[in-house]
């Protein structure tokens, strides 16, 4: 079949906000990655470390929806970060089925060099930007994550 029979026509992908955002959150993962793995840890684990960082203890169901991940995704997470001695688990004494889910010592040590890795990638991110388009980039994208969280 020739693709000009086709009825729609591809948009150009530098002009797809779906694509461009996409590409943008894979390069960050990538550098995130990076900048992350001597630490023991990797990008998508870092939603767990921003929900625990005020140690606070949380369950599993509130973790996942702070992460917006389904409840599998976060238990396999988990279950990561707890065989890299990343997290620890206290029963809950309400419900025995359930646990509270806190950073363990060694990442909470950790914890200072993550944030100073995640903030030398975002300052190289926002550097390539010029004055308040920073700011206005981040109510954008504010905006367009309301707009697809919204239900009508």
Same mark, same amino acid.
Do not use: C
């Given at each position: 079949?020739?693709?000009d029979?086709?009825?729609?026509?591809?948009?150009?992908?530098?002009?797809?906000?779906g694509?461009?955002?996409?590409?943008?959150?894979?390069?960050?993962?990538?550098?995130?990655?990076?900048?992350?793995?001597?630490?023991?840890l #990797?990008?998508?684990?870092?939603?767990?470390?921003?929900?625990?960082?005020?140690?606070?203890?949380?369950?599993?169901?509130?973790?996942?929806?702070?992460?917006?991940?389904?409840?599998?995704? #976060?238990?396999?997470?988990?279950?990561? #970060?707890? !065989?890299?001695?990343?997290?620890?688990?206290?029963?809950?004494?309400?419900?025995? !089925?359930?646990?509270?889910?806190?950073?363990?010592?060694?990442?909470?040590?950790?914890?200072?060099?993550?944030?100073?890795?995640?903030?030398?990638?975002?300052? !190289?991110?926002?550097?390539?930007?010029?004055?308040?388009?920073?700011?206005?980039?981040?109510?954008?994208? !504010?905006?367009?994550?309301?707009?697809?969280?919204?239900?009508?």
């Amino acid at each position: 079949m020739n693709i000009d029979s086709k009825p729609y026509k591809w948009q150009p992908r530098e002009q797809s906000l779906g694509y461009m955002i996409n590409w943008a959150a894979r390069l960050f993962a990538r550098e995130m990655d990076d900048a992350l793995r001597p630490f023991g840890l #990797m990008s998508g684990q870092l939603p767990v470390f921003f929900a625990l960082a005020d140690g606070k203890p949380l369950a599993q169901r509130d973790l996942a929806q702070l992460a917006a991940v389904e409840q599998s995704t #976060m238990a396999k997470t988990l279950a990561r #970060m707890e !065989r890299d001695g990343l997290i620890q688990r206290t029963p809950d004494p309400k419900d025995r !089925r359930s646990a509270f889910i806190s950073l363990s010592p060694l990442a909470e040590e950790r914890l200072p060099d993550i944030a100073a890795a995640v903030a030398a990638i975002n300052a !190289r991110s926002h550097a390539a930007l010029a004055g308040e388009d920073s700011a206005h980039l981040l109510e954008l994208l !504010r905006r367009v994550i309301k707009g697809l969280t919204d239900t009508a």
